[in-house]
């Protein structure tokens, strides 16, 4: 069965910092993906890495924001610092890519002072 189970969101201050997990079972793929969603606005990517060596950022998160993966442990994560408001939404981690692959339930992550 596969599973994907997102964890660290949570309630932090404009500038703060966050990791947040996803540990997956029973997939295998070389795509990885964390993607976002804030009320009322669309998916959209947040960062991407392929073969656990090639990354792609969104412009809003570059220089912020890394992805990483650790294959031994089956997890991905993204640390995310200097947090600005803006980056409030659910994430979504994602394998296999947004057309054909697994999505996660989704994490809270929320910039408010």
């Known amino acids: 069965q596969v599973q994907l189970v997102e964890s660290g969101g949570g309630l932090v201050q404009p500038g703060g910092s966050l990791t947040l997990s996803c540990v997956f079972r029973n997939i295998a793929s070389h795509i990885f993906g964390w993607y976002r969603q804030a009320p009322g606005k669309q998916r959209e990517l947040v960062a991407t890495i392929e073969n656990g060596v090639t990354s792609n950022y969104a412009d809003s998160v570059k220089g912020r924001f890394t992805i990483s993966r650790d294959t031994a442990k089956h997890a991905m994560y993204l640390q995310m610092n200097d947090l600005k408001f803006e980056d409030t939404a659910v994430y979504y981690c994602?394998?296999?890519?947004?057309?054909?692959?697994?999505w996660g339930r989704g994490t809270q992550v929320t910039v408010s002072s």
């Open positions: 994602n394998v296999g890519g947004i057309s054909s692959g697994w």
